[in-house]
C-alpha cells in the first residue's frame, strides 16, 4: 500500500518516517470554561485531511495511528492519586468503528480506564462547519449509563468551539462525576 502522506510505499497507512516527521505532536492548551481546560495534541490544520478519515473504511487505522503517537504517550506519563475514567464523547460505531473508542482504549494505563457506551448523544445532529451559535441551539443531549461519583477525563478528535466538550462535562457533573480536563486529537483554532 501507499501511505496517504507521502504516497511512498509502506506496510502501514501512513509509513514510519511520516510519522516521525509529520506527526510529531505538540500540546496545546485552551481554557473552555473557568479553570476547565482542553488539551490537544495537534493543530486541526495539521490533520484535517486525516480527521476526516473517520467517514471511510480506512479511518480506524488512521485513528489507531493517531492516537498512539499522542494520547499513548499522554497516558504513559500521566499519574494521578486515584484511577481515573476516560468517557470518549459519543462513542457509536459509524463505518464499522468509534473513532473516539479508539482514542480512549489508547488512554488506558496505570492510572487510566476507558469506559465505553457511557456518554451517548440522543440528537445526531452534525455539526462540521457549524458555527457556536448553531451548536448551543442544537445541542446533542448526552444520556449518561449508571455512571456515579468518579474522576473523569472526556476526550474526542476535535475541539471548535467547546460546545460539546461543555455539554457532555455537565452532563458528567449531573450524577455527581468529576471531570478534570478534556483531551482533543486536533484544536481548530490553533
Not at 11 to 27: D, M, N, R, W
Not at 44 to 50: A, P
Not at 128 to 142: I, L, S, T, V, Y
Not at 153 to 164: P, R, S
Request: net charge positive; with cysteine; charged share 25%.
Amino acid at each position: 500500500m501507499r501511505c496517504l502522506l507521502c504516497e511512498n510505499l509502506s506496510f502501514q497507512i501512513i509509513c514510519k518516517t511520516c510519522q516521525a516527521t509529520l506527526l510529531v505532536p505538540s500540546f496545546h492548551k485552551r481554557e473552555i470554561e473557568d479553570g476547565f481546560y482542553n488539551y490537544s495534541f495537534y493543530t486541526l490544520s495539521e490533520l484535517e485531511d486525516l480527521i476526516s478519515s473517520k467517514y471511510y473504511f480506512f479511518g480506524d487505522k488512521v485513528f489507531n495511528i493517531l492516537a498512539k503517537l499522542s494520547f499513548e504517550k499522554f497516558a504513559s506519563n500521566f499519574e494521578f492519586d486515584k484511577r481515573v475514567i476516560v468517557i470518549p464523547i459519543d462513542d457509536h460505531t459509524r463505518h464499522e468503528f468509534s473513532h473516539s473508542a479508539i482514542l480512549a482504549h489508547a488512554l488506558k494505563s496505570k492510572f487510566i480506564q476507558p469506559s465505553y457506551n457511557t456518554l451517548r448523544a440522543s440528537n445526531i445532529v452534525k455539526y462540521a462547519g457549524r458555527d457556536k451559535e448553531f451548536r448551543e441551539k442544537n445541542p446533542r443531549r448526552f444520556k449518561l449509563t449508571n455512571f456515579y461519583d468518579k474522576t473523569t477525563i472526556l476526550c474526542d478528535d476535535i475541539i471548535t468551539t467547546g460546545a460539546t466538550i461543555t455539554e457532555a462535562k455537565k452532563a458528567l457533573e449531573k450524577k455527581n462525576n468529576k471531570v478534570l480536563f478534556s483531551l482533543t486529537l486536533a484544536d481548530a483554532k490553533l
